[in-house]
Each structure stands twice: as C-alpha cells, then as structure tokens.
C-alpha cells in the first residue's frame, strides 16, 4: 500500500485508527459488500437502508441512510481504488463514471469529502485506519462538530460487532 496515500494533513484529515478483533478479510466485506454495510455503516439511532458498492474504480458509491425522526436521504460517490483486504477509497465529490457532482449537491451538503479505509494484520486482528480528506478547513470542521470521531468510532463499534455474530458466511 502506498504510504503517501496514508499522510496525514491534520488540518484537512480527519482520523480514525484503531485495531480491531475482525480478521481483514472481514473487515473488507464489511465496508465492500452492501448486504453488510447495511447493518452496521451508521451509528444507531440512524440505519443504513441501502447500499450500492461497485469496486470498480469509477463504480458508484451509494449509501442511504434515515434518521430516528425523518425520511432518508442518499449520497452517492464514486469507488476512486480498491485493493482486496487492503485499501478501499471513495470520494463524494465525484459521481459513478468519475462525473463531477452537480453544483447544487455541494449546497445541499454541509461538506464534501474523500475516504480512505486501510486494513493491515497485525498480533490481534486488523488495524483498521479510516481517513476522511477535505478541501479546506471549513469542511473539516464542520465534519469534526458533526461528530466525526463519534459516529464513526461507533459505526467501528457497530461492524465489528456484526463480524464477532458470525453473520459472514465463509
């Protein structure tokens, strides 16, 4: 894996890294296959209803994710690389085909972003090291006070639960 892919701007990237007791190959699934993403991709009280994954570079992207209070809302990106068991990365700036997003997305969401997901074995299980890149600190920011550290650390929460229930068939 490249490791310049894994450098870290602290003021545009935000970090979560943590090893988990999920063997990689799980941990992929997981992220890369939307009959599993679908339970764990967003912290509870929300729920992912649906999920779209196509590996290929330029394959779409899609999670649709509601709220305790209201209907669901949908973000499409665009898968940029994937690498089996080892690195999954997406932005939502772009849409499937590498077609830049219409304008009037960027005014409908508070940030824009692109997502690194970096799985490495290690004594223990996988490190797990997920990196969300923005354009400018503003996004960052604004990702950081939505609760980044939070609600993804508990979606972590949530996957490696879903992987240690046996819910993947070999």
């Not at 545009?12 to 599993?36: G, K, M, N, S």
């Not at 898968?79 to 499937?96: C, H, I, K, R, S």
């Amino acid at each position: 894996m490249p490791r310049a892919l894994l450098t870290i701007d602290p003021e545009l990237d935000l970090v979560l890294e943590r090893v988990i007791a999920v063997p990689r190959h799980l941990a992929w699934r997981a992220w890369t296959q939307p009959e599993h993403m679908v339970k764990w991709f967003c912290p509870l009280p929300w729920k992912t209803t649906d999920a779209q994954v196509d590996l290929q570079p330029g394959g779409i992207f899609q999670t649709t994710m509601q709220g305790p209070e209201g209907p669901g809302f949908t973000n499409t990106g665009c898968v940029l690389q994937a690498v089996e068991n080892e690195l999954f990365v997406w932005t939502g700036t772009l849409g499937p085909g590498f077609r830049p997003q219409d304008k009037a997305l960027f005014a409908a969401v508070p940030f824009m972003m692109s997502a690194i997901i970096a799985l490495e074995d290690v004594a223990g299980g996988t490190k797990y090291t997920a990196i969300a890149r923005h354009g400018d600190l503003a996004a960052r920011q604004a990702h950081e006070q939505m609760g980044f550290h939070a609600g993804w650390g508990k979606a972590l929460d949530q996957l490696v639960e879903h992987a240690q229930a046996g819910h993947f068939a070999s």
